[in-house]
């Protein structure tokens, strides 16, 4: 017994020992850092909860480009944090409502707007335009810089072209009424910002004059001079509030329309003076301040010298520039008086003691208004505390805006670690050219929108780098259209294969190696396209991999229609899925869309597809069918009738036919203007197709006539007419010595026989085939 149990328990199966698959390092995310200049692996300091603020818009003027290329960057990064890596942000932005920019800005609309009620008379309102062209030839003289000075320039001309019809006017003596016209009519309505290359301006209603009247373009000049009048006797604080309150609210339009997630929390300066106070005073009881004529100065060298601390962390080869540091005070606080109330040129204003004509607040340091850079870091230091994960803005805040921040906020917080991460979003220039508000050649956002759909813009800025310049231009809005075409196609053709009707088995079909490969390839794509966002959120090499991954989709479903099969819906479906997935995290699909971009814009409750796609499909069905009969009997006008609802009416509607030999038709709606130019282009392709192929005929025939004329000539006359080459010939007609009357070299003369003998076989092929022996 004991032998037998022995033998059973040594034939005892087990399970053999199990070896884990070793796997791959997961990627990490890594951002572009500002304090570093790194791309660091990003790690948030409470788990998954990011803390961010962004910095917003100061509220005097149109938003415009520049915002955009800020604000949809920073949206895309949100998106792709909270809604790819699945982070829980807490996303802040300000809105700055209290600035010299706004005060200057609001003054001179109120006084402009008075002078204007006031209704100067035309040799009154000339006099005042001259005196006001004063300060600005001043300017002109002293100004250096050479974009500015063009700028002034620019200016200063336009005034004195628009003066030159008030100026005739009173000299020729001409009635009142065209006098006050000429001074006071408002001009035709122009597109608001730059002149650039692409941008438009409409031509004047009939009627109008071509030169806008005087008081209109000698707005700014005006503007100007009555500020430096009469603006320190604005004393109501409402004016300075309506300005920023209206700009506000078309910032958030502007916003809205981009398709621009609204921050979680939004705060103005106006809503939190006492904090700023309170921050603005825990800053000098920690001894990095001092009160110095009623304001407050941040003490750079105090807080650089300080153990712990370090004063110019994003751009330290920058500190000490006074011109970058005098812009960030602002062009009301940059007086000898206010400069010589600092310890040194470094500091930079916490609290501005205000000056008549100025909105103030009480402190106690006396009435004034909070510093530019102070703003930010008592809203954030509210909000997140002593510390958050991102800050964000434009590359051109980094100094002095951010970097005054970070020293105010660890001076308040004492601590060295305000920001973990600091992005900053590139430039943007329009078609190559610098952009700036300040020099009054920009393109507002409202101007874009009327030229390209939010999603063509998004597409656009997807398609760079987000901290890098980007060039807005024709040829980078062309490629976000062709893009946004490529994929559409895309998406149009995996619907029409997916309205096929199938049973529910039947979508499940055996997978041949073409399958196999894309499906390979899919997952190669997804592999590429979660390296290229952990790579500092690329969504430029995303879009490539997006491109490709499409690309060979299209080629397996040509292959499967060249052999009359249909490709496997499954598979294309979920990589149409995908897709879509990636361009809703991006912002590019602006709602709910199962598959591909949605049909009616934007904001449209109607599942328009759903709602049209069976009636269309129907009619499109029942157009074939009438094709065929008409085909089978030659009836060539129903074909005609046929061509033209495809052609004509449908594309009217925003629904697009493609017949395709052998197979159903494919009904596909498509954005309307997308069809009607796509028919221009059309037509102008076939227009230049006829045009070409006439001028080919043309030369054809020329080329006919000159050879047939060439044919007529005998060859023993063919050299004759070139006296200025030969002076004698033989009995042939072969020269036999040039001009010169020197006999021909041997080379020559066998040169110029073997073209008589070939003149002699054009002209006897002509004999030949002309009529009546070739007689004329």
Known sequence: MAGSSAEQSKGRR???????????????LRLYNSLTRNKDVFVPQNGRRVTWYCCGPTVYDASHMGHARSYISFDILRRVLRDYFQFDVFYCMNITDIDDKIIRRARQNHLFEQYREQRPRPAQLLQDVRTALEPLAVKLRETADPDKK??????????????????????????????????????????????????????????????PALLEEARDVLSDWLDAALGSGVTD??????LPRFWEAEFHRDMAALNVLPPDVLTRVSEYVPEIVRFVQKIVDNGYGYVSNGSVYFDTAKFASSE???????????VGDQQALQEGEGDLSVSAERLSEKRSPNDFALWKASKPGEPSWPCPWGKGRPGWHIECSAMAGTLLGASMDIHGGGFDLRFPHHDNELAQSEAHFENDCWVRYFLHTGHLTI?????????????????????HSARQLRLAFLMHAWKDTLDYSSNTMESALQYEKFMNEFFLNVKDLLRAPVDVTGQFEKWEEEEAALNESFYDKKTAVHEALCDNVDTRTVLEEMRALVSQCNLYMAAR??????????????????????????????EESSLGFPVGGPGSSLNLEGAVMPYLQALAEFRAGVRTIARERHVPEV??????????????????????????????????????????????????????????AR??????????????????????????KYSRFDENGLPTHDTEGKELSKGQAKKLRKLFEAQQKLHAEYLQTAPCGGAP
């Open 237 to 242: 604080n409402s004016i300075f509030s309506e």
């Open 150 to 211: 063009q700028m002034l320039e620019r200016m200063q001309r336009a005034v004195q072209v628009a003066a030159e019809p008030l100026e005739e006017a009173l000299r020729s003596d001409l009635a009142a009424e065209e006098v006050d016209r000429r001074a006071q009519m408002p001009p035709p309505e122009p597109s608001r910002g730059a002149r650039w290359p692409f941008s438009f301006t409409p031509a004047p209603p009939a009627g109008r004059p071509l030169q």
């Open 699 to 724: 030369k054809r025939q020329e080329q006919e006539a000159a050879k047939l004329a060439k044919m007529k000539i005998p060859p023993s006359e063919m050299f004759l007419s070139e006296g200025d």
């Open 639 to 696: 074909l005609q009738l046929s061509d033209a609802l495809r052609d004509d009416i449908l594309p009217e509607l925003g629904v697009r036919l493609e017949d395709h030999e052998g197979l159903p038709t494919v009904v596909k709606l498509v954005d309307r203007e997308t069809l009607l130019r796509e028919r221009e282009e059309k037509k102008r392709a076939e227009e230049e197709k006829r045009r070409k192929k006439e001028e080919a």
């Open 14 to 28: 087990t399970q053999p020992p199990w070896t884990p698959p070793a796997g791959t390092e997961p990627c990490k």
């Open 561 to 590: 229609k060249a052999a009359r099969r249909r490709p496997n819906r499954v598979l294309l479906e979920s990589i149409a899925r995908y897709l879509t997935h990636l361009l809703q995290i991006f912002g590019a699909i602006e």
């Open 308 to 318: 712990g601390h370090s004063y110019g962390k994003l751009v330290p080869e920058a």
């Open 431 to 451: 078609a190559g050219c610098k952009m700036s508000k300040s020099l009054k050649n920009f393109i507002t956002i409202k101007d874009a929108l009327r030229r």
